[in-house]
């Protein structure tokens, strides 16, 4: 059963960090791009990062470069986003997701956790 289990959540203010974690179980690590998502209130769920394993370079969205950095443990099955310098807009709830690196859609995707950024 594929399991994509995100972490790390939470309210801070402006300026803060936090530490985003995703577990990945049941499917070969190895042979995905994984991927983070965001999606505000209102707002439809928006590209935030990526990574594949071994090949190329992480890509992040214009609106977190120089903020979020996206990484992974291949010997843990696991992807994290270190974000740095939050801002309000930066509020949404985050998902973690995977797609083969052959395909363009992303096939499975965690329930989300809250991120919330106050002024």
């Known amino acids: 059963q594929v399991q994509l289990i995100e972490s790390g959540g939470g309210l801070v203010q402006a300026g803060a960090s936090l530490r985003l974690s995703c577990a990945a179980s049941?499917?070969?690590?190895?042979?995905?791009?994984m991927g983070w998502f965001r999606q505000a209130p209102g707002k439809e769920r928006e590209f935030v990062a990526s990574i594949s394993w071994g090949a190329g370079t992480p890509d992040h969205a214009d609106s977190v470069k120089g903020r979020f950095t996206i990484s992974r443990d291949n010997a843990q099955n696991t992807v994290v986003l270190q974000m740095n310098s939050l801002k309000p807009e930066d509020t949404a709830v985050y998902y973690c997701?995977?797609?083969?690196?052959?395909?363009?859609?992303?096939?499975?995707w965690g329930q989300g956790t809250q991120v919330t950024v106050s002024s």
């Open positions: 997701a995977a797609r083969l690196l052959s395909k363009t859609e992303y096939t499975y």
């Open positions: 049941g499917f070969r690590f190895s042979w995905y791009t």
